[in-house]
């Protein structure tokens, strides 16, 4: 098994991932979506989208072996999110 090696700093990875579903995904899949993960490589703009992150991984490196893959839950700020959190009133 061969072991990806990043090949931008965290910094340009984070600001190609975000651009690219700005400009490119967000208006494609947000609708009907809502907290599924779009994987997305970052030097293509391929994407696909799933309820599971691995499964939208296994998809997207089917076509693209190589790629570079940032993960954004649609709808959301965070892919995961760690702690609890306070109910809002109804």
Not at 30 to 48: L, M, P, Q, R, W
Request: proline share 3%; aromatic share 6%.
């Amino acid at each position: 098994m061969t072991v990806r090696q990043p090949r931008y700093s965290k910094e340009e990875f984070a600001r190609r991932g975000d651009e690219i579903y700005e400009s490119q995904v967000r208006q494609q899949v947000e609708e009907g979506n809502h907290s599924k993960i779009v994987a997305i490589d970052i030097e293509t703009g391929d994407f696909e989208v799933d309820q599971s992150e691995i499964a939208a991984c296994n998809l997207l490196e089917a076509r693209h072996p190589d790629a570079q893959i940032w993960m954004v839950r649609i709808g959301s700020r965070h892919v995961r999110r760690f702690g609890g959190r306070s109910r809002r009133p109804i």
